[in-house]
């Protein structure tokens, strides 16, 4: 705690010395002892000096007297020893009560004690506690080092640093969320009964978040700060953890074992030191393994990986289960919702930021619906790679995970400033080799879906499969020989009479020919629907009972897509 003016008054050497003023601060610190005689020492008083004096510039100065006890006290000194009686048979009242107003101990000393004998005792109580202080900082440092240089983890870390501030610590990153902490048994405020602890989430509320300096990364000591708990307020000493400007998170001292000495202080500085290390290289640590592991997918899904144990052994070590069966959808994201194009292109950091907690997201979903899933980001994409469930045909993917995707789109639209996104699932594999044409797959049916005028939403290559052979090698002039003789005249009634049957056929086929169906889809009258097919069949010539006449105008239709697609009107 170091040396104060009660424990100089204590000591058996100066029996004698007499406290008169200002009792509730003779837990005042000494750092120095000055012996002055001089009316004009004010400036050259420091907080911390004990002010040794005969009285003798005072005596016949009532005004000095006042100002003399004002002026240490605004300087924080730690208090003033009078010799009594020498000048003065006692010290005068008026330096008595600013003492106490003030809360400057006041002490008197005897004849038979000289300021010399008192400011060597000083000097030398001020050193040993100097040396004592250093003497724990280097146990301290030594101890913090030892865990740095034993490659000890991060928890490890945080422990030893709570034996040593003897109080709870918690970590965060540099978001203020959950790292790592450590409590003691004799905390009466346990931190997991008032706080959130999970990793990745935020450790505290926004309240003390918000009461905490906008530039606290810029402060090289720790700030306090108060965290209110159902079990009553506790202070917070929270100092930032940095490595030469870079702020990795923050300690958060959880000050309420009790209150944190100047030694211990040091010791927190000391350990935001180490772990800022311990954060470096745990950073590159990950970063390396993120580069090993994104080559790894990029070899698997562009078919650069030629032996098959190789593959099963990457696969493997990169969170895939080689004895498993996986699809590949493709997550592509757009522009920015409420962003021009122009802004969007612009905003390079941005896009990064956003495909990493996409990436995060899925990654948190499909751990939530307890499905197995590597997850990863690839220029504008994010790539899934989606266990199957032994239960389910590899001919069945959508009706098993349609609902699924649906419900994580829904998620990323919900959050804000959440880019459009298009997903494109590619069908079932029996092994993990064979992912490289679930991802083609997946990638095409992003880009026929857009053909098929679909695109911002999910996309099953199975679904898709017929714009696929028609846009595979299919000459134009028979796409559009075929489109004019199917439904090439219905086209051409609504291009004149302004009219929508076109739609309402497509509705009504995608419906299973039910009026009441496609009506509703529509939001006409059913009477009106019916009208429209009876005008169709007309226009055609068609009998909606021949399921050739069925097909072909289903593939009209989507030959008509193609050549939208082709850029052929």
């Excluded at 100047?262 to 745990?282: D, F, N, Y």
């Excluded at 489109?483 to 219905?490: F, H, Q, T, V």
């Amino acid at each position: 705690m170091g040396f104060t003016v009660k424990a100089l008054l204590s000591m058996s050497e100066l029996p004698d010395l007499k406290l008169v003023s200002g009792a509730k601060s003779v837990n005042n610190l000494i750092r120095n002892a000055c012996i002055t005689d001089c009316p004009d020492a004010f400036d050259w008083m420091q907080p911390g000096d004990l002010i040794l004096t005969s009285g003798y510039m005072l005596k016949d100065d009532p005004e000095l007297q006042v100002r003399f006890v004002r002026e240490l006290s605004e300087t924080a000194c730690a208090g003033i020893g009078i010799k009594v009686p020498k000048y003065w048979d006692e010290v005068p009242q008026r330096m008595i009560d600013e003492s106490n107003r003030r809360s400057l101990p006041i002490f008197t000393i005897p004849l038979h004690n000289t300021l010399n004998e008192i400011q060597a005792i000083v000097f030398h109580e001020v050193n040993e506690n100097q040396d004592t202080l250093l003497q724990k900082y280097f146990k301290i440092h030594q101890r913090l080092m030892a865990c740095s240089l034993s490659e000890q983890t991060l928890d490890n870390i945080v422990k030893t640093t709570v034996e040593l501030i003897n109080n709870p610590l918690i970590v965060v990153d540099k978001n203020w969320n959950f790292l790592s902490c450590a409590d003691r048994d004799d905390n009466k405020i346990p931190l997991a009964k008032v706080l959130p602890l999970v990793k990745g989430k935020p450790a505290f509320d926004r309240s003390f978040l918000d009461a905490i300096p906008k530039d606290i990364e810029d402060f090289k000591k720790a700030v306090k700060r108060t965290c209110i708990t159902p079990y009553g307020p506790v202070i917070c000493r929270i100092h930032p953890v940095r490595a030469d400007t870079t702020v990795y998170g923050y300690l958060i001292a959880w000050e309420s074992v009790r209150k944190l000495r100047s030694v211990e202080c040091m010791g927190l500085e000391q350990a935001a030191i180490i772990i800022a290390l311990e954060r470096i290289k745990t950073m590159r640590i990950e970063e390396s393994r993120r580069i090993m592991r994104q080559d790894f997918f990029t070899d698997l899904l562009e078919g650069h990986i030629e032996s098959t144990a190789l593959a099963y052994s990457l696969a493997e070590m990169n969170g895939l289960s080689a004895d498993k069966r996986y699809f590949c959808a493709v997550m592509r994201t757009e522009k920015f919702r409420g962003k021009t194009e122009q802004d969007s292109r612009s905003d390079i950091v941005g896009l990064d930021r956003v495909q990493r907690k996409l990436v995060k997201l899925c990654e948190e979903f499909f751990a939530y619906s307890h499905v197995g899933a590597c997850v990863f980001s690839r220029s504008n994409n994010i790539i899934m790679l989606v266990q199957i469930g032994d239960g389910c045909e590899l001919s069945n993917l959508k009706h098993q995970y349609g609902d699924m995707f649906t419900t994580l789109c829904s998620v990323i639209t919900s959050q804000k400033d959440s880019p459009v996104i298009s997903i494109g699932v590619g069908c079932g594999c029996s092994d993990i080799t064979e992912l490289k044409k679930s991802f083609v797959e997946a990638q095409e049916a992003i880009r026929l879906a857009g053909i098929a005028g679909n695109d911002g939403s999910i996309s099953w290559f199975e679904d898709l499969m017929i714009y696929n052979i028609l846009n595979s090698g299919v000459p134009g002039g028979v796409l559009r020989e075929f489109y004019d003789s199917s439904i090439g005249p219905l086209a051409e009634y609504d291009r004149e009479n302004k009219t929508e049957l076109l739609e309402s056929l497509e509705i009504y086929l995608l419906e299973n020919r039910s009026i009441s169906a496609a009506a509703a889809r529509l939001y006409i009258h059913r009477n009106t629907m019916n009208y429209r097919i009876n005008k169709i069949k007309q226009i055609l010539s068609v009998d909606f009972d021949d399921s050739e006449n069925l097909l072909k105008l289903q593939l009209g239709i989507k030959i008509m897509r193609v050549l939208k697609g082709l850029g052929m009107k």
